[in-house]
Nanobody, 124 residues
């Protein structure tokens, strides 16, 4: 069982930046790590993922060009750097991990391991 712990959420003004952090208890079996987000009353949305071994990333259209995922193999962690934040980015952000290999995993159903979530609020 892989445990994930997120940190770094908070309140920021529109146009500002935040960086989220997610540490995994074990990455031996992990192929993808990802970030999802969920706004009140909405379904959980794919933000982006990173292949653990290669570091290759893939992003959802709503954040492409503004958000960047990176990894720290020593710390078994990933980061989500969020720039040019908009009020519509307000959500609880979740870190997820998957042992499933593939072209890319963007569905919540593909990720069996989840963090507890961290709130990001962007004020206008």
């Amino acid at each position: 069982q892989v445990q994930l712990l997120e940190a770094g959420g908070g309140l920021v003004q529109a146009g500002g930046s935040l960086r989220l952090f997610c540490a995994a208890s074990d990455t031996f079996s992990i192929y993808f790590m990802a970030w999802f987000r969920q706004a009140p009353g909405k379904e959980r949305e794919f933000v982006g993922n990173i292949r653990w071994n290669s570091g290759r990333t893939y992003y959802g259209d709503s954040v492409k060009g503004r958000f960047t995922i990176s990894k720290d193999s020593v710390e078994n962690a990933i980061y989500l750097q969020m720039n040019s934040l908009k009020p519509e980015d307000t959500a609880v952000y979740f870190c997820a991990a998957s042992p499933i290999s593939g072209i890319s995993l963007i569905s919540t159903a593909d990720y069996p391991y989840w963090g507890q979530g961290t709130q990001v609020t962007v004020s206008s």
